[in-house]
């Protein structure tokens, strides 16, 4: 009797052994899977918690691109994961605003990078060129970044967004607009006279803020987004309690939503779809005045 129940109990162990194999295997089919079907999909399953930490999981490195080296620009820091285990990234070139450096949209370079993208921060040919020249410049860095950086051959080049705070976030619009094959824009309480953009193919998130006095999002936010095509992939997040300058620190809304829409267009990866077009849409919230998209996005 001993030895039938020890051989049953053996039996059972190696039944119990054999489906926790085929589980693996399995997983690891699902896992292989979703390789497959989204190459592009960079990093862990994100959480709330870890798109709204201030590092993710890349370890990052800088570089220096100085203004003599380069043309169409001013030069710029360039922030990339240092792993090259997991393929090449989509890139971002980000403008600050008028009268701006570099450095009051630094915040953002480590950021996003550290969660799988490669970022140029850059200074302008002036601090006061107006949005068509921002556009402009925000192209001939990723020009640059894509084909003469030294971190060229960590990126994909058909995986490209532009962002970019006040006459920047204006230039982003004018980036998105001469070239519709970029594959995300948000401008950050973006400035520009021309508010009418029907021409975009580009996903594009506009970010306003409720206490901006300089580009008023009724004035300027507002109406962008309004006049974004209705077939475009498209937000509205607007912050409360902000204003104009709130882009130039530090802001876990605008990490979030920014990340989310970057690993949702750029990287084409659905994971991120969540936080974007949750049931509801973000409701307001003591840093959110108002949410709009056009959920579910197809692109």
Not at 56 to 65: D, E, I, N, R
Not at 171 to 192: C, F, H
Not at 214 to 221: L, Q, R, W
């Amino acid at each position: 009797m001993a030895r039938a129940g020890l051989a049953a109990l053996l039996a059972a162990g190696g039944l119990v052994a054999a489906q926790a194999t085929g589980a693996r295997a399995i997983g690891a089919q699902v896992v292989s899977a979703q390789a497959v079907a989204n190459p592009y999909e960079r990093g862990p399953a994100p959480t709330t918690g870890s798109i709204e930490a201030t590092r993710g999981s890349y370890a990052v490195s800088q570089t220096t691109v100085s203004s003599l080296s380069v043309t169409g620009f001013g030069g710029g820091t360039v922030h990339y994961p240092t792993s090259t285990s997991d393929g090449t990234f989509g890139a971002v070139v980000i403008s600050p605003g008028y009268t701006a450096y570099q450095s009051s949209i630094a915040w953002l370079g480590p950021r996003l990078a550290s969660q799988g993208f490669v970022v140029f921060t850059i200074d302008t040919l002036t601090t006061l060129d107006q949005p068509d020249s921002r556009g402009r410049q925000l192209l001939a860095a990723l020009d640059y970044l894509t084909q003469r950086s030294s971190v060229r051959t960590r990126i994909d080049s058909t995986r490209l967004g532009v962002m970019g705070h006040s006459m920047g976030g204006g230039g982003t619009l004018e980036a998105a607009k001469s070239r519709p094959s970029l594959q995300a824009a948000i401008p950050l309480t973006g400035w520009n006279l021309d508010t009418s953009w029907p021409e975009i193919q580009t996903p594009t998130l506009i970010v306003g803020a409720d206490g901006d006095t300089i580009a008023p999002v009724a004035t300027h936010s507002e109406p962008f987004y309004r006049s974004l095509p209705s077939t475009l992939d498209k937000a509205y997040l607007e912050l409360r309690g902000a204003t104009h300058f709130t882009p130039n620190s530090s802001n876990t809304t605008i990490a979030k939503y920014s990340i989310s829409w970057l690993k949702r267009f750029i990287d084409n990866d659905t994971r991120y779809k969540q936080f974007l077009c949750p049931l509801p849409l973000p409701q307001p919230s003591l840093t959110i005045t108002e949410y709009r998209g056009d959920c579910p996005h197809t692109s």
